[in-house]
């Protein structure tokens, strides 16, 4: 969502905020502003994107060697100049700030008698004003930022700094990410590492309640309990190229042409036969132990979960429940303190999973495993096993590589728990494995069908809603289908069941509404062909994905688009291809942002 820069050193860090923000445009937002130190304090707002605050940036030749940035996604108060961050205090003092500060309005009410006066509608300006009335009576920065964040309920990751210390810059967390990046006489601040990777790949990553105080050539942490501590200094994998667009129009395409190198890279490592220890030390013993699984994720990676109920039942044998993680902890669930929880996050720093983890943990569910794209990610930490999916840098709002190799990796589980099980032979799991790693092959010629799903995709643009059916395993890829389709051309899509057409929505179907249909060749087959057959006598236009021998051809109100093979359990990883193919053109044909759809951010950092 938000995004947080902070830079100190001996250069103008104008141009480093910009870049970072610049890098952080994928999360999502709607206003972005900076504030730099330089004699006094100098902040420039705007409504819109980063480049127009480039713009203002230019024009008023704004420089400085201590800085913070922002880019906000609006909460509380419009997407208006006024509500943008940074927010000042005192005409010295200004925060940036991601997260939601729930007691903003008792704060306000408590700063206004103080003799406050408020100019925005957001939360975070109480966060200036209140470290600001502790500063001016102390002078120090770290302790009236120490002072003030033990007053804030909720969520935050803040950046402070004042003209009358211009070298320092100091920040703190809780609930919402925020690290450090350490360079040579010169260090930064930022929510998430792309934004710093033109500038430092050595990276500390800040715990809960960790505040710290950066200076040009030191910095130092001090936890939720005021002692000083040491955290780890980590060098990231990723250099700027991987966030770079290249050769693309757009991020999310070239995401799904990223499929098989980021499914190659995530099984790279993996042994014919597999080991528990892929997820981690221990992991041997507590996936013997457990007798159940519970997944908790949202969205795309909800849908992950939905496919991997199948595998897991079907292939391991064992019990799994799936979980939309922000209504988890808000119903009276019974634990089973031998599953094992898994979430699943492209991010690992959502808000509803991070806390739907702390709410199976808080109920004695002691096993967690966690599948996360991001290394030091909050729910990597929180997670006793971990599994890094090496999808690299997603920008692009809608998942797609992130939601492959997640389906990589929890077939992997599944597999593994079907060993330790005593459910498959080696060489059945051998035949697996072979098949996972020809992946990468078969999604390569599933790309090569762009073109055919294009010619699709003109036909949707018109569209105003379309339905998405499939059975069995596939049900969750056209909920996948139908989500991408909606957030990048908000085109009004919805999936079911094919099954249950005649409960409710065959009700929808007419000559107008599209209805998509994923149909390999499985053991489901000859049912899904009959509801298809309930759609087409009721005048609806059928857009079939098919795949190696299902017998389904082209037809008047029949489109077929056929896959070169079928990949049995993992159909779904193939099948899910042309579905954000056709998302994504259907998307260019309207002219809609591919990369950054409205009201939607790419990290959702709040609850």
């Known amino acids: 969502m938000c995004g947080i820069v902070g830079a100190i050193a001996q250069r103008d860090v104008v141009p480093v905020l910009l870049e970072g923000l610049r890098r952080l445009e994928y999360r999502g937002y709607d206003s972005a502003g900076l504030a730099v130190v330089n004699g006094g304090l100098k902040r420039i707002r705007s409504v819109g994107r980063v480049a127009e605050l480039s713009n203002q940036a230019q024009k008023q030749k704004v420089h400085g060697q201590l800085g913070i940035a922002h880019t906000r996604w609006a909460t509380h108060g419009a997407p208006t100049e006024k509500n943008a961050h940074p927010h000042v205090s005192g005409g010295t003092l200004a925060v940036v700030h991601n997260g939601i500060i729930e007691n903003h309005e008792a704060l306000r009410e408590k700063l206004k008698k103080l003799g406050y006066e408020f100019t925005s509608d957001t939360d975070t300006e109480v966060i200036a004003h209140l470290i600001h009335s502790y500063y001016r009576n102390s002078q120090d920065l770290l302790q009236a930022t120490r002072k003030a964040v033990v007053e804030l309920s909720g969520a935050y990751a803040i950046g402070v700094v004042d003209s009358g210390d211009p070298q320092r810059l100091v920040c703190a967390r809780k609930g919402s990410p925020l690290l450090l990046g350490l360079g040579s006489k010169e260090n930064f601040i930022a929510s998430d590492v792309s934004a710093l990777l033109p500038v430092t790949q050595k990276i500390v990553y800040l715990e809960e309640g960790d505040i710290a ?44 042409h990223e499929q098989p190198r980021a499914i190659a890279d995530t099984l790279e490592g993996v042994g014919a036969l597999l080991t528990p220890e892929i997820f981690g030390p221990g992991a041997a013993e507590i996936l013997t132990r457990i007798q159940s699984v519970l997944i908790i994720a949202c ?57 739907a983890l702390k709410h199976a943990k808080i109920l004695g569910q002691q096993y967690s495993l966690c599948i996360c794209n991001v290394p030091e990610s909050a729910l990597l930490r929180e997670s006793g096993l971990r599994f890094l999916t090496r999808a690299g840098p997603e920008i692009g709002v809608a998942s797609t590589k992130a939601f492959t190799t997640q ?61 998405f059916l499939g059975r069995g395993i596939h049900y969750p890829i056209a909920m996948e289908g139908a989500l991408k389709l909606k957030e990048i051309s908000y085109i009004h899509a919805e999936a079911y069941p094919a099954g249950e057409l005649k409960h409710g929505p065959l009700a929808l179907v007419d000559s107008d509404m599209p209805v998509v249909t994923v149909a390999p060749n499985d053991a489901l087959l000859e049912k899904l062909k009959s509801n298809m057959q309930e759609v087409r006598a009721r005048g609806g236009e059928l857009y079939v994905f098919a795949d190696l021998d299902t017998r389904i051809h082209e037809a008047d109100g029949v489109h077929v688009i056929q896959l070169q093979e079928h990949a049995g359990w993992l159909s779904p990883i193939l099948h899910v291809v042309p579905l954000q193919l056709l998302a994504y053109h259907a998307a260019l044909q309207r002219g809609t942002d591919v990369d950054k759809p409205r009201n939607l951010a790419k990290s959702v950092t709040v609850e």
Request: hydrophobic letters at 45%; charged letters at 25%.
């Open 407 to 467: 389906l990589a990796a929890l077939f992997l589980l599944a597999l593994v728990l079907a060993k330790l099980r005593k459910r498959i032979t080696p060489a059945r799991e051998a035949e697996w494995v072979t098949a996972l790693r020809h992946l990468p092959k078969a999604i390569q010629h599933v790309l090569g069908l762009e073109k055919q799903v294009a010619v699709w995709a003109e036909k949707f643009a018109a569209k105003h809603h379309v339905l």
């Open 299 to 355: 969205g795309t990676s909800y849908h992950a979960g939905l496919v991997a109920r199948y595998w897991l039942e079907s292939l391991a044998g064992i019990p799994c429940n799936v979980e939309v993680a922000s209504e988890y902890r808000y119903r009276d669930s019974v634990p089973d303190h031998d599953a094992l929880v898994i979430t699943i996050s492209q991010s690992g720093e959502t808000a509803d999973t991070l806390a």
């Open 213 to 256: 105080d950066v200076s040009l050539s030191s910095y130092r942490v001090i936890d939720a309990k005021g002692n000083a501590v040491e955290r780890a200094v980590h060098v990231s994998e990723l250099n700027p190229e991987m966030a770079e667009l290249g050769n693309y129009r757009h991020f999310m395409e070239k995401e799904i």
